[in-house]
């Protein structure tokens, strides 16, 4: 599998549950259905799954190009600059602090909405820097990135972790 669910998670109304329901799109060989895609009038929103193994930074580059394509797959590249630095701060620290790896997911909604969620296997709460001096640090500032630059983001604790997500919308 190319890092694409077959059975796409949709959140529901709730914000708590998924529920699964199973891909709706055009049958396509095999390397010919670009990342994300969704077939034109599809229930399911239009998302993007990806499967990062533990300590894996080199994928974090990988995560940004395939965010890139889709979004622009999606007809929104607008939204890609911001996506891709949020969501590499998000994914680098799920690969730096834990030890089970990562799950990314991009869904855009039918208003143009982008959701981003990224799920470790730790339960730990992120925290920002306390210290007076982070603003010259060289690491830890990506939360605050993603409070600066996201229209909304939290942390949702999961029996097996947590995920860190954000929203951007259209401009």
Not at 54 to 63: E, N
Not at 109 to 118: A, F, G, K, P, W
Not at 151 to 158: A, E, F, I, K, P
Request: charged share 25%; proline share 5%.
């Amino acid at each position: 599998m190319d890092g694409q669910s077959r059975f796409p998670r949709q959140r529901t109304s709730s914000g708590d549950a998924y529920r699964s329901g199973a891909a709706q799109g055009p049958a396509t060989g095999a390397g010919t259905a670009l990342p994300g895609a969704s077939a034109p009038g599809c229930a399911l929103h239009r998302r993007l799954h990806l499967a990062l193994d533990p300590a894996d930074l080199v994928a974090v580059g990988s995560v940004r190009h395939r965010l890139r394509t889709a979004l622009s797959h999606w007809g929104v590249p607008e939204l890609s600059d911001t996506a891709e630095l949020l969501s590499s701060e998000l994914v680098t620290n799920a690969l730096l602090h834990t030890t089970k790896g990562a799950v990314f997911d991009a869904v855009l909604d039918s208003e143009s909405r982008l959701r981003i969620e990224v799920q470790d296997g730790a339960s730990r709460l992120p925290g920002r820097r306390r210290d007076p001096d982070a603003e010259y640090a060289t690491s830890g500032r990506g939360l605050m990135l993603v409070e600066a630059l996201a229209d909304s983001w939290g942390v949702q604790l999961r029996g097996d972790g947590k995920v860190t997500w954000f929203e951007l919308a259209l401009p």
